[in-house]
């Protein structure tokens, strides 16, 4: 579903776009930190935030990382 938020931030497309790897944090909604493997030997570490049921939003990227490894550790950001 946020696809297309990094595509757009980083101005191109993925034909490869698999999450391997997640965590959870609980908030005042959940934070999911994803590691998803975009091509070749690349990944991205994603933050993404879902909000509270009742306040009915969407899942929106908070933030991400770049140039990252399979072996890179997926940590709180």
Do not use: C
């Not at 959870?24 to 091509?39: S, W």
């Amino acid at each position: 579903k946020v696809k297309a938020q990094i595509e757009e931030k980083e101005g191109k497309t993925f034909d490869v776009f698999t999450a391997v790897e997640f965590k959870t944090q609980l908030v005042a909604g959940t934070n999911y930190f994803i590691k998803v493997h975009v091509g070749n030997d690349e990944f991205l570490h994603l933050r993404v935030f879902k909000s509270l049921p009742h306040e009915n939003e969407q899942l929106s990227l908070h933030s991400y990382q770049g140039s990252k490894t399979k072996l890179d550790e997926l940590a709180y950001f």
